[in-house]
């Protein structure tokens, strides 16, 4: 089982372009953690201020430890998010499969 986070942001007017490279800057970073399985940044294709992320852990522990990390504390905490009007984080789990 993996924990996933899926996170939505909307940027203040004009910022997406800052906000977006600042993401691909952290998405890399976050790729080379342990327990990282994905990282991943949409832009809206009908509302380019709207960003969704999508991260894969192998635990939720795993993301904890993310959230600790100095560039998610410089980069996400101290540079996106002040550039947001919204921000959203739902964690999921995976529902076990059913067989019929």
Do not use: W
């Not at 327990?35 to 832009?43: D, E, F, P, S």
């Not at 600790?68 to 101290?78: D, K, N, R, Y």
Request: hydrophobic content about 40%; some cysteine.
């Amino acid at each position: 089982m993996t924990y996933v986070v899926v996170a939505r942001y909307r940027t203040k007017a004009g910022e997406e372009n800052t906000v977006l490279p600042l993401l691909d800057t952290m998405a890399a970073a976050s790729r080379q953690e342990p327990g990282n399985l994905a990282y991943r940044v949409h832009q809206g294709t009908e509302d380019p201020r709207a960003i969704v992320l999508y991260e894969e852990y192998v635990s939720e522990a795993d993301f904890t430890a993310h959230c600790e990390t100095a560039h998610f504390q410089e980069i996400v905490l101290g540079r996106i998010v002040p550039l947001l009007e919204s921000r959203d984080v739902l964690r999921c789990a995976p529902r076990p499969e059913v067989r019929a």
